[in-house]
């Protein structure tokens, strides 16, 4: 067990430099820089909505897209992720939240499993916000999904307002990584029957 429940992770690759550290036990202090404007944005609401103190400094090959920086964000966090829960004792494990936003409605339930996999049924009316590729918001979550060894289902319920919905989405993972990445009253193992996730 992480008793600190702290991760921290360090990527370079010939296409992304990336340094990011994650305390679940947070007041959702944040200090992010990706390059990737419409990210960052999503990340802080990300850190503020789930009380996370999150670190990301992120360089990439923004000038081919964003793709390769934001995936590798995506894996960054989930390891990081995985690293803070530690075997995940005393966890609830389960979390879902039905976030809205205005004209949005997005449910997001995770179940911190250690098998990861990504249903993520999100569609959007525009390819772009701003400068960024709508497509990008699930690489990330595949991404994190599968390095933070989440089952994670996100479904679109309605909205038709592009940054509405992205935005929902990010703050519903915080609040369903939130739930299921606290700490269940009474309850010191680990939340299966196996014994083991």
């Given amino acids: 067990m992480n008793a600190e429940r702290k991760g921290g992770v360090v990527r370079k690759t010939a296409e992304t430099e990336i ?27 990300f850190t503020v909505h789930g009380f996370f103190d999150i670190s990301i400094e992120a360089k990439g090959d923004i000038e081919v897209d964003a793709h390769h920086t934001v995936e590798d964000i995506g894996i960054c966090l989930g390891q990081a992720l995985a690293e803070a829960l530690g075997d995940k004792r005393g966890i609830a494990r389960y979390g879902c939240c039905y976030m809205p936003m205005d004209e949005t409605l997005v449910r997001v339930v995770a179940d911190l499993s250690n ?77 299966s029957s196996k014994g083991t996730l």
């Fill in 19 to 45: 340094t990011l550290n994650i305390a679940l036990d947070g007041k959702g202090e944040h200090n992010i820089s990706t390059d990737v404007p419409f990210l960052d944005h999503m990340l802080t609401l």
């Fill in 115 to 191: 098998r990861p996999y990504t249903h993520y049924e999100v569609p959007v009316p525009d390819q772009k916000v701003g400068a960024f590729d709508t497509q990008l918001a699930k690489e990330f979550m595949r991404a994190f999904s599968l390095h933070g060894g989440i089952t994670l289902h996100v479904d679109l319920l309605h909205g038709d307002n592009t940054h509405h919905i992205i935005e929902a989405v990010f703050k519903g993972l915080a609040r369903a990584i939130r739930e299921a990445a606290a700490p269940l009253p009474g309850h010191t193992g680990i939340l």
